[in-house]
């Protein structure tokens, strides 16, 4: 770089961390052509490519960082309503006249929608286009939470629920593949820690809006909080205009959607009701081995395929199979630990709503630092230490919380969550984004919907079985408050032991000393994408 080009990148770089410099890093970043704005990091190097710039433009925004601003919304939205319904669930209980069960199909409910059509969202982002995708998906997530709002009954409300998980979906992951292509390989690590830092912060904000809402307003307010969020989204969306490219033309197969979707809601069907039915009754075992069949029948075709609904090939890379499982065993660690904290401060501590909410805030206040301390380390070192160690700590805080709730003391419990929130906070983002940038710039969408298939599938399973293990200790022992507080205790054991098995796969699985600024290069995917691009190829040990 010459003088003159060393004190214009000065001044930029200065500016970096402070919003005055966001027109100094536009400008220096960014070389606008008509109306699509392309980073420097895609531009081709001089000399055989001429300076010429990839064909496929990341974002059609003004700025990165504004796309970051849109997409964190849509995360923060979905994120919200994985945990706010459950301090307002004893409420929805009286006024709706709910049964245990129910309860656990409210919560359920969503993820499990989540879970089946996520795929689809992937797909829809790379045919019709990413942002039309997102913006379909907040409508769908914003009419479905006014209908939870109004519900009158369990079942509509329950129906509102499959709805949001739909729209949810087609959020999910198009939003996080557009965050990974906004940014160069240097600063993925900081965007994607924002993404989802943040989105860990509401989904753990969740209990105390929740409480808060359900104390001053009415349950029904912790669906309506959707609305304007939703509606930021979208006038965000509108000005920051990221890239609507339709990268491919593949068909969505009915077959695929049917066997995806019956697979999964059998395999939960039969875990949630073995408690009522028996585990040696036919309909558990009927639910059980159909559920199974059909999800091995949906993976042989998968790999088939030609235009799969889910790219299982992408599991052949080690370290993207590494983080598809830590961030699944997160998940089934994550929720049903939320979830039995808020009930456990309110049905055995006697907290209020509001209370129980503020309660939860030792799990949020220390996952937002973490987060971002993870998105950083991972910048610098790579994905193999932040997360085993967030997850060393979340192994620790779990089984803390589980020693201390049967002393029915929120101070014995106070260490644990702590702990806990640290854990989670460390530990997603990298992985996360090591998964995402594992898979080419075509892929990234179908990667993305392959990681979030994995984690709701897994937190929704985990929701169930940590439910099944406290139900059936409370059934058979009379109802004490220890008691109870015992067979939480037992759950939580559970989630601990899920959260050991992710760090022992990492600890064998992820990439030992690779930095992220090489092992996020991607490769060339077959095809003329990036045609005019130089050759970025993975290292040898991305593909071990």
Same mark, same amino acid.
């Given at each position: 770089?010459?003088?003159?080009?060393?004190?214009?990148?000065?001044?930029?770089?200065?500016?970096?961390?402070?919003?005055?410099?966001?027109?100094?890093?536009?400008?220096?970043?960014?070389?606008?052509?008509?109306?699509?704005?392309?980073?420097?990091?895609?531009?081709?190097?001089?000399?055989?490519?001429?300076?010429?710039?990839?064909?496929?433009?990341?974002?059609?925004?003004?700025?990165?960082?504004?796309?970051?601003?849109?997409?964190?919304?849509?995360?923060?939205?979905?994120?919200?309503?994985?945990?706010?319904?459950?301090?307002?669930?004893?409420?929805?209980?009286?006024?709706?006249?709910?049964?245990?069960?129910?309860?656990?199909?409210?919560?359920?409910?969503?993820?499990?929608? /989540?879970? #089946?059509? =996520? %795929? +689809? !969202?992937?797909?829809?982002?790379?045919?019709?286009?990413?942002?039309?995708? @997102?913006?379909? $998906?907040?409508?769908?997530? /914003?009419? #479905?939470? =006014? %209908? +939870? !709002?109004?519900?009158?009954?369990?079942?509509?409300?329950?129906?509102?629920? @499959?709805?949001? $998980?739909?729209?949810?979906? /087609?959020?999910?992951? =198009?939003?996080?593949?557009?965050?990974?292509?906004?940014?160069?390989?240097?600063?993925?690590?900081?965007?994607?820690?924002?993404?989802?830092? /943040?989105?860990?912060?509401?989904?753990?904000?969740?209990?105390?809006?929740?409480?808060?809402?359900?104390?001053?307003?009415?349950?029904?307010?912790?669906?309506?909080?959707?609305?304007?969020?939703?509606?930021?989204?979208?006038?965000?969306?509108?000005?920051?205009?990221?890239?609507?490219?339709?990268?491919?033309?593949?068909?969505?197969?009915?077959?695929?959607?049917?066997?995806?979707?019956?697979?999964?809601?059998?395999?939960?069907?039969?875990?949630?009701?073995?408690?009522?039915?028996?585990?040696?009754?036919?309909?558990?075992?009927?639910?059980?081995?159909?559920?199974?069949?059909?999800?091995?029948?949906?993976?042989?075709?998968?790999?088939?395929?030609?235009?799969?609904?889910?790219?299982?090939?992408?599991?052949?890379?080690?370290?993207?199979?590494?983080?598809?499982?830590?961030?699944?065993?997160?998940?089934?660690?994550?929720?049903?630990?939320?979830?039995?904290?808020?009930?456990?401060?309110?049905?055995?501590?006697?907290?209020?709503?509001?209370?129980?909410?503020?309660?939860?805030?030792?799990?949020?206040?220390?996952?937002?630092?973490?987060?971002?301390?993870?998105?950083?380390?991972?910048?610098?070192?790579?994905?193999?230490?932040?997360?085993?160690?967030?997850?060393?700590?979340?192994?620790?805080?779990?089984?803390?919380?589980?020693?201390?709730?049967?002393?029915?003391?929120?101070?014995?419990?106070?260490?644990?969550?702590?702990?806990?929130?640290?854990?989670?906070?460390?530990?997603?983002?990298?992985?996360?984004?090591?998964?995402?940038?594992?898979?080419?710039?075509?892929?990234?969408?179908?990667?993305?919907?392959?990681?979030?298939?994995?984690?709701?599938?897994?937190?929704?399973?985990?929701?169930?079985?940590?439910?099944?293990?406290?139900?059936?200790?409370?059934?058979?022992?009379?109802?004490?408050?220890?008691?109870?507080?015992?067979?939480?205790?037992?759950?939580?054991?559970?989630?601990?032991?899920?959260?050991?098995?992710?760090?022992?796969?990492?600890?064998?699985?992820?990439?030992?000393?690779?930095?992220?600024?090489?092992?996020?290069?991607?490769?060339?995917?077959?095809?003329?994408?990036?045609?005019?691009?130089?050759?970025?190829?993975?290292?040898?040990?991305?593909?071990?």
């Amino acid at each position: 770089m010459n003088a003159s080009g060393a004190a214009l990148a000065t001044p930029g770089k200065q500016a970096k961390d402070w919003a005055g410099g966001l027109v100094q890093r536009v400008a220096q970043e960014y070389t606008v052509t008509g109306k699509l704005a392309r980073p420097r990091w895609q531009r081709a190097g001089a000399g055989a490519h001429g300076g010429q710039l990839v064909d496929t433009p990341v974002a059609a925004a003004r700025a990165r960082w504004l796309v970051l601003v849109a997409m964190t919304g849509a995360m923060c939205m979905l994120a919200l309503d994985l945990t706010i319904v459950n301090v307002a669930l004893p409420s929805m209980t009286r006024h709706l006249h709910l049964g245990g069960d129910m309860q656990q199909w409210i919560v359920n409910s969503y993820m499990l929608a /989540l879970a #089946a059509t =996520v %795929a +689809c !969202g992937g797909k829809l982002g790379d045919r019709i286009g990413r942002t039309t995708t @997102l913006c379909a $998906g907040v409508i769908i997530f /914003l009419v #479905a939470s =006014v %209908a +939870c !709002g109004l519900a009158p009954d369990g079942m509509t409300l329950i129906g509102g629920r @499959l709805a949001q $998980g739909i729209g949810a979906a /087609l959020m999910c992951p =198009v939003s996080g593949a557009i965050v990974i292509d906004a940014f160069g390989p240097r600063e993925r690590g900081r965007a994607m820690a924002i993404y989802f830092g /943040l989105g860990q912060v509401f989904m753990s904000l969740g209990p105390f809006m929740g409480g808060l809402l359900t104390q001053a307003v009415s349950w029904r307010a912790v669906f309506w909080v959707n609305v304007p969020i939703g509606l930021a989204t979208l006038a965000l969306v509108r000005i920051a205009r990221p890239d609507n490219t339709a990268r491919r033309h593949g068909t969505i197969k009915a077959t695929d959607l049917v066997l995806l979707t019956c697979g999964l809601g059998l395999l939960v069907l039969g875990l949630q009701q073995a408690s009522q039915w028996g585990w040696s009754s036919a309909a558990t075992t009927g639910c059980l081995l159909t559920g199974t069949a059909a999800l091995a029948l949906f993976g042989r075709k998968q790999l088939k395929s030609g235009e799969p609904l889910l790219n299982l090939r992408l599991f052949g890379n080690r370290s993207f199979l590494g983080d598809s499982l830590v961030l699944g065993l997160l998940q089934f660690a994550q929720l049903p630990i939320i979830m039995y904290t808020s009930l456990y401060l309110q049905d055995l501590l006697g907290y209020s709503p509001e209370l129980a909410g503020i309660a939860t805030l030792p799990l949020v206040l220390p996952l937002t630092v973490t987060s971002q301390f993870g998105g950083r380390w991972f910048d610098h070192k790579g994905v193999r230490y932040p997360v085993t160690t967030g997850l060393a700590m979340l192994v620790a805080g779990i089984a803390a919380c589980a020693a201390a709730l049967p002393h029915l003391s929120y101070a014995w419990a106070l260490p644990g969550m702590i702990l806990t929130g640290s854990g989670l906070g460390l530990a997603t983002s990298p992985a996360t984004t090591d998964g995402l940038n594992r898979a080419p710039q075509a892929e990234r969408a179908q990667a993305s919907g392959l990681l979030n298939t994995v984690r709701q599938f897994c937190g929704t399973i985990g929701t169930v079985v940590v439910s099944t293990i406290i139900l059936a200790a409370q059934h058979t022992r009379t109802a004490h408050p220890h008691l109870t507080a015992d067979a939480i205790s037992a759950g939580f054991a559970v989630a601990a032991a899920s959260a050991a098995i992710a760090l022992v796969i990492a600890l064998r699985l992820l990439a030992r000393t690779e930095r992220p600024n090489t092992a996020s290069r991607l490769s060339r995917p077959n095809g003329s994408l990036l045609r005019h691009a130089p050759a970025l190829k993975l290292p040898a040990v991305a593909h071990a």
